[in-house]
Structure formats: structure tokens, C-alpha cells
């Protein structure tokens, strides 16, 4: 287990692009990681967690820019949505070409740097085994699902300790809360 410092953030981000699995810290809960790119690295993040290969593992972002390369043409309503609740817990659900994608920029700094270093985006669900309580520290992730990963991060206790709010945004505006998480529905239809 690594303290999180920027040498700790350069060696996950080698370790990310070279196709391996990292425990790390967000705003939220910890996550268990991989980078987009390796498929192998994606489908070992379900066989850690005893998680469907087939259920849809979100993709983490730097900032908005991240996200604009893989949705091109955004909907308003998530735009309203990102400008109001990013970086923070809230993911999206957008339309990217024929399928969807699901998004979130959180509201950690030294997640951010990692996911910079990793070319803006990383597949993350959390670090727990499928149908388990979310880590919210790299002690209970270790215990959990740590063991497996070619890095754990140590970044303290999570601060939000409940997962995002998943919220999808369809092409034509039509919003539906998928999970209600740290951000309430009264809070997302006030900025609507």
C-alpha cells in the first residue's frame, strides 16, 4: 500500500497505461481502476470483484474536456448538470455515437493529477466485491479486493463515504435518475 504523493500518482499512472488494476481514492468512496484502453485490465476489474463482464464500468474523467472526447455533442440538460455538480458526485449516463457512457469528474485533486497522467479518463466502479458495501478507506478495499490489484493507494478515509448519484442525460433531454447517491433528485431538478 502507497501513501498518495505525486511519485505514488507517476508509478500508478505507468503501472494504469501498462494494463494493470490500481486502488485509489476519490471523493466518493475508493475505486478500483483500469485504464480504458486495456480490455484485459477492464474485464480482470470484474473478475476481482465477482461483477457481470457485461455491466458497464463508468469512466472517471480529469475535467469536462475528457469527456467531450468521447460525446462530441453533449445534451443540454448534462451540460447544465456538469457545470452545476462537477467535479463532485454526481455521474452521467450520455449518448456517445450508438451506446451510452457514464461519466464523473470527482472532487479530489490527486485523482484528478492521476487521471491527467493517464490521458484525462480511467474505467472505475468501486473497490469492493460485487454486492458489497463501498471501501471507504484502502484498508477496507485491501481487505476487499486489494490483493488482487498491482497497487493500492492510501488517501485517507473517503470524505463522502456514499457513492454518486447516476443520473442519464438521453440525446433528446429525457433525464432519468438512475441511482440516487450523495446528490439528491430535489437537487438536480433545482438546476433544472
Not at 485533486?109 to 493517464?118: F, G, P, Y
Not at 485491501?142 to 485517507?156: S, T
Request: net charge negative; proline share 5%; charged share 20%.
Amino acid at each position: 500500500m502507497s501513501t498518495i504523493t505525486s511519485e505514488t500518482i507517476t508509478n500508478a499512472a505507468f503501472i494504469l497505461r501498462a494494463g494493470g488494476v490500481a486502488i485509489i481514492p476519490t471523493d466518493t468512496v475508493y475505486g478500483i481502476a483500469a485504464h480504458p484502453d486495456s480490455s484485459s485490465a477492464v474485464a480482470r476489474i470484474c473478475t476481482i470483484k465477482g461483477r457481470p463482464t457485461g455491466k458497464p464500468i463508468a469512466l472517471l474523467a480529469a475535467d469536462k474536456e475528457s469527456v467531450l472526447k468521447f460525446c462530441s455533442d453533449v445534451p443540454a440538460k448534462a451540460q447544465k448538470l456538469m457545470d452545476a455538480f462537477w467535479p463532485g458526485a454526481l455521474t452521467l449516463v450520455l449518448p456517445c455515437g450508438n451506446e451510452f457512457e457514464g461519466f464523473r469528474v470527482p472532487d479530489h485533486d490527486q485523482t484528478r493529477e492521476l487521471l491527467k497522467a493517464c490521458e484525462g479518463t480511467l474505467r472505475v466502479t468501486s473497490a469492493n466485491l460485487s454486492g458489497a458495501m463501498p471501501a471507504k478507506s484502502a484498508v477496507e478495499a485491501l481487505k476487499d479486493v486489494g490483493l488482487e490489484a498491482d497497487l493500492v493507494i492510501n488517501g485517507g478515509t473517503s470524505p463522502g463515504g456514499v457513492a454518486s448519484t447516476v443520473v442519464k442525460v438521453d440525446a433528446d433531454n429525457t433525464l432519468t435518475i438512475l441511482r440516487e447517491g450523495a446528490i439528491t433528485s430535489e437537487q438536480i431538478h433545482s438546476i433544472l
